[in-house]
């Protein structure tokens, strides 16, 4: 299926004394590239993740590592989305290093979110807007 | 059973412009209490994390949120440590507000993250030190 | 004169691949001091930084490093402020190794960050609040 | 003169509770401006900035904001790099929103760091490597 992709490198600031990514960066780094989806979506991040009426918090999130990530290192991250109810949606995240193409490439890590639509405040669930229904369909 | 307990108040840079704890911050979080244990079995935090020999890298991590934290919280993290075989162990992170108390209390996140110990140069996994065996048995 | 001193332990997470401190992890290990010692004076940390009202934003930063620090390090942060118009303050910042003491010690890192007062929705500078002349007064 | 010119949007993870990027965030944002200022000279960041012969530390570093940065703004850095003396030198930079263009374009924020060459297993300073000499030659 479609996938967004979206290409990063490793920051020093990713990295922690063991010489690699810190675990919890990459989790950030997966984020990021929600954002820029969204963004490519047309969604305006500014107001979206303000949350002055509504928001949309993570409620759960996990990843698992393969292969350590270095600083300089060219990754691409995919993501896919998918609607879990019609007030909850999640999204799966492969990072690969850009070097690795074809049928051949494993995946560096991957890392899937849960998000929750909610009245920013009440905090009850509501209903995902039509522009994140939008953006869940191409994603 | 026996669990190490730290306490932490939620600081302005582990928010986000949602005005609440950034999802990835609160593992970081939760790692921090992992190191607390770390050293208060003894362990040198310095030599430990730069992996000079041996290194125990995070293998995967998750997190479930409950309830949002707010800049100024004051927090405990319960950490818990299981073997999972000769060479990796778990950790348990149930978060909760400093102000809850007694038996009512829910938590406000709870995490896990999996460690796999490995030769630092090789990057194969290595049984656990007798250090380490020591932490696992006391937390 | 008098000083807020705050305790703090070199996290994992502050560190990178170099295995020090990065250096901007350094002025956010001064700002937790800065949070503390308005916690210590009674101000509400979650909204005085939330900027309902009146937000008091940095207009300026700067930090000179002597010695690197380490994973696992304790360190005393001492914090000085003084008012510097009727809208706004600085601080200074100072960082030690706990393991020092006496006169002979020698700071790790010295630092400083101007504040500026301003109203949160036209961000035109207005006075400080009574809480911060206050703050400032005794730190 | 030439400047190195680095385009970068503002992600979810860069702010705080006060809705705009967290000051110490702002200088993590020029390193990465100086990192792939470094990686477009050639230099690998994977072994530079893992320190294993000679490490460049930041000695200083200071910064002053003009306007906030919001989560999804698109920015510019510019870098310029000076020699100080034959072990240091310095990196300014000025952030720019993207949107804005021609001769009447005011900074958001302007940065300088200072960087000193030295070994690291004695952190006694070290003559810059002709690679980075180059590099400064051309920034």
Same mark, same amino acid.
């Not at 990459?26 to 929600?34: K, M, R, S, T, V």
């Not at 305006?44 to 949309?56: C, N, Q, T, W």
């Not at 799966?92 to 405040?121: L, M, N, P």
């Given at each position: $299926?479609?996938?967004?992709?979206?290409?990063?490198?490793?920051?020093?600031?990713?990295?922690?004394?063991?010489?690699?990514?810190?675990?919890?960066?990459?989790?950030?780094?997966?984020?990021?590239?929600?954002?820029?989806?969204?963004?490519?979506?047309?969604?305006?991040?500014?107001?979206?993740? #303000?949350?002055?009426?509504?928001?949309?918090?993570?409620?759960?999130?996990?990843?698992?590592?393969?292969?350590? $990530?270095?600083?300089?290192?060219?990754?691409?991250?995919?993501?896919?989305?998918?609607?879990?109810? #019609?007030?909850?949606?999640?999204?799966?995240?492969?990072?690969?290093?850009?070097?690795?193409?074809?049928?051949?490439?494993?995946?560096?890590?991957?890392?899937?979110?849960?998000?929750?639509?909610?009245?920013?405040?009440?905090?009850?669930?509501?209903?995902?807007?039509?522009?994140?229904?939008?953006?869940?369909?191409?994603?």
């Amino acid at each position: $299926m479609r996938n967004f992709v979206c290409d990063r490198v490793i920051n020093f600031r990713d990295t922690d004394a063991a010489g690699v990514v810190y675990f919890a960066n990459a989790l950030a780094i997966c984020h990021e590239a929600y954002e820029a989806s969204l963004a490519a979506s047309g969604i305006v991040l500014k107001s979206f993740f #303000s949350g002055d009426v509504i928001a949309v918090p993570i409620a759960s999130a996990k990843i698992d590592f393969f292969k350590p $990530m270095f600083c300089g290192d060219r990754i691409k991250i995919l993501l896919d989305s998918s609607l879990l109810s #019609s007030d909850s949606f999640q999204v799966a995240y492969q990072i690969f290093f850009a070097r690795d193409a074809g049928e051949d490439k494993k995946a560096i890590a991957i890392a899937q979110t849960k998000h929750v639509c909610i009245d920013s405040s009440t905090r009850k669930k509501v209903p995902l807007s039509p522009e994140l229904l939008k953006w869940i369909e191409f994603n």
